[in-house]
């Protein structure tokens, strides 16, 4: 049972760690109400003039959509929601969900580098499937400094065991972010 109603957790990862997976059977589990919100979806928004956040570029628009991503967990939270928020959110995110008035988790799952890459290739659709640029964003986000206590190695875990492991490390109250 997951009960911690007027809290958000980022559950963050380079792509092909298990993020949607996991929030939508954490945001499923019995307790108190959940949403989750799927990052990727805000930048799907954006029809006219997007661009791929992991460009450069992008800087300008990412803000605004991390933005728009802190403001509605908040808004959830305050509602009386447990919020999982699922998405590339880096430490350079984190300075508009650090300014809320709401508890916050930061956990960041990180499968082998490989296993990272298939999946995404499984995946198909419209998702990121490009090797160099998967590999780019996951050494992005496995040098994260005093952060770092925040990752689950989730190497040879299952759906089940690292729903379970974020379950835990969020109830430790050991992931929230100060």
């Known amino acids: 049972m997951v009960d911690l109603a007027g809290e958000v957790l980022i559950l963050t990862g380079p792509p092909g760690a298990g993020k949607t997976t996991t929030a939508r059977a954490l945001a499923s589990q019995p307790g108190s109400p959940k949403v989750h919100l799927h990052a990727d979806d805000f930048w799907h928004f954006i029809k006219h003039g997007a661009l791929a956040p992991y460009l450069p570029e992008a800087h300008a628009q990412n803000e605004v959509v991390i933005d728009a991503l802190a403001t509605v967990a908040e808004r959830y939270a305050r509602g009386g929601y447990f919020v999982v928020l699922d998405g590339i959110v880096g430490p350079w995110f984190l300075r508009p ?13 990180r499968p082998a580098l490989e296993v990272a890459i298939e999946r995404c290739r499984e995946r198909g659709g419209d998702s990121l499937a490009d090797p160099e640029a998967i590999t780019a964003l996951y050494r992005q986000l496995s040098s994260i400094g005093e952060l770092e206590r925040h990752v689950l190695r989730t190497e040879g ?5 690292t729903l379970d492991a974020v379950i835990a490390a969020v109830g430790s109250g050991a992931f929230r972010l100060a």
């Not at 875990?157 to 065991?161: I, L, S, T, W």
Request: proline share 11%.
């Open 157 to 161: 875990q299952g759906p089940r065991e």
């Open 97 to 109: 969900f650090q300014a809320l008035s709401v508890p916050l988790h930061y956990v960041m799952l």
